[in-house]
């Protein structure tokens, strides 16, 4: 019999038939540029080249939430809790400089690329979301064309 009080990926990929799957959206603009602080100017372009130049996306995240459904409330999870954890790690975001604004990114150490950002959300997110909800996964895309997700296993 499978353990269900702790998410592992075992118990992921065994599916839970009583869970749900919720998805929040949140949607902002943002700009965001590669320079990595330990490289020369030219070791900067010649890697990353017109992205050293900030620039802004419309930028979407997508946190993947499971639990079982409560049969007092219907729901998976209790979305006004899920939008205040949220909004906890991303409220000045929209209309900002993810270079500036994500905790690790500022002086160049850490590059706030999609899939940074993923995992970041990830790590950030999965101790907000309220139990029995757990955290599956966080999509984030910088455009229609390219996203990232983390973990990047699929259940």
């Not at 929040?24 to 010649?46: C, G, K, M, P, T």
């Not at 459904?69 to 979305?79: E, N, Q």
């Not at 979301?129 to 699929?154: G, K, M, N, Q, T």
């Amino acid at each position: 019999m499978t353990n269900h009080s702790s998410p592992t990926a075992s118990s992921f990929e065994e599916g839970r038939p009583e869970d749900a799957r919720v998805i929040r959206i949140v949607r902002f603009r943002a700009s965001h540029h590669y320079r990595n602080a330990a490289w020369s100017d030219e070791e900067n372009l010649f890697v990353f080249g017109l992205q050293t130049r900030p620039h802004e996306h419309d930028w979407t995240i997508e946190a993947h939430v499971v639990g079982p459904i409560d049969p007092d409330t219907g729901w998976a999870v209790d979305l006004t809790a899920l939008d205040d954890a949220l909004a906890s790690v991303t409220h000045r975001w929209d209309g900002g400089d993810l270079n500036q604004l994500v905790p690790e990114a500022p002086g160049g150490s850490t590059l706030p690329s999609t899939e940074f950002l993923a995992r970041w959300l990830f790590r950030a997110l999965a101790p907000r979301v309220p139990a029995p909800a757990r955290l599956e996964r966080v999509r984030v895309a910088e455009s229609p064309e390219l996203a990232a997700e983390y973990p990047a296993w699929r259940p």
